[in-house]
């Protein structure tokens, strides 16, 4: 893979034209995007349609978390609108994940498009306190929680899990070469801080094993996003000369 294949940049807008015109303007040099919650559930496949129009690929973030019945119907929809890579939360539990990865190995000995499956495993924006207040995992450190459900979406045959930057390192080490890392909680050198606890430059992501890392707003925020996502991939290539 190269740099470009690493680089997600997320499409976090309120409106299809305000993303059209990122793609439009970020041409060749991005070639993944991904649709989340917000542009979705506003827009609809016809976000989907545009980044396939432009032969974009897409990460389809939507995290889904249900029964294994309700979750195998949303991927088995969603698999109709040919989407490239796909969120579930591995908290939705064994069975779930187990039924989703059945469905996509089906697919795939039929030589059928089939997306490559993430679980979600804790989110970035919880800690310590969610583990103990609310899951009842006294015990537990976040590190020990990620690598737990990292470890079941594996048994359970998902291809990759979510995982914030702090834990990619550790994940490559326990699981191995074959799990696919995807990262958030991206911040590139010069825009650290920000609002991000368990962040990472690009750099340090790809450097300590991820495959993947999603960017959002130090791009989509940025007065100049085109060169922005230039110094990232050179980060990224950086990365991957110290892996
Ligand atoms: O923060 P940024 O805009 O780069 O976020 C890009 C994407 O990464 C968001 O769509 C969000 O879903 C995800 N994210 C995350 N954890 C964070 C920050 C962002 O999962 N701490």
Redesign the pocket.
Known sequence: MNAKDRLIV?L?FDSLKKAEKLVDLLEDDVTTY?V?LQLFTKEGYKSLNMLKKRNKKIFL?LKFHDIPNTVVGAVSSVLEHGVDMLTIHAMGGFDMMESVAKLIWQRRERKNHAPKIFAVTL???LDSAFLQDIIGADSRTVEEEVLILAQAARSAGIDGVVASPLEVKMLRKKCGDELLILT???RPRGFENAD?Q?SATPFEAIRDGADYI?????I?ASENPKKVVKSILKEIRDGLKKT
């Not at 999603?214 to 130090?218: A, I, K, L, S, T």
């Open positions: 997320a976090d991904k989340g973030d989110l970035t924006s958030p909680g991206i991000q368990r999603v960017v959002g707003r130090p989509t």
